[in-house]
């Protein structure tokens, strides 16, 4: 299992993943998914209508692998019944179990959606450790 950090920015996106400590500094929210590899994130954000991310290996960053850029695309504001149908899909494409820890990160990431919205820079941050 792996980290993936959402963030968001105003600050260019290399002012922000150069350090954990940079992130900290320069993005105005972040919050953290656990997801099995980049194969189930890259799922996710084509079900949030994501269709291209690009992603930027950080072979010398000790705290981040790489970052993925989606801000060229907005996250949707989904219904609670559009919610459903996309968690159900997300778990039928997945194979993952349901679970209220599950659930709760990923409406989070698609509550934040109108405020992220706003910011410049939108991108998922890999970090260097495994669970």
Do not use: H
């Not at 260019?12 to 189930?40: G, K, R």
């Not at 989606?70 to 993952?96: I, V």
Request: charged share 20%; aromatic share 16%.
């Amino acid at each position: 299992m792996n980290s993936y950090v959402f963030a968001v920015s105003n600050n260019p996106i290399t002012a922000v993943y150069a350090s954990l400590e940079a992130m900290n500094q320069n993005c105005e929210e972040y919050f953290q998914v656990v997801l099995e590899n980049n194969d189930e994130l890259r799922t996710l954000m084509d079900l949030l209508g994501v269709e291209r991310l690009p992603m930027t290996m950080l072979s010398s960053n000790v705290d981040f692998a790489s970052v993925f850029d989606y801000s060229a695309y907005l996250l949707p504001q989904l219904s609670k019944d559009n919610f459903d149908a996309f968690y159900d899909e997300w778990l039928r494409r997945t194979g993952r179990e349901t679970s209220m820890d599950e659930y709760g990160q990923l409406i989070f990431l698609q509550g934040r959606g109108d405020l992220w919205n706003k910011m410049k820079y939108r991108f998922v941050l890999c970090e260097t450790y495994t669970y």
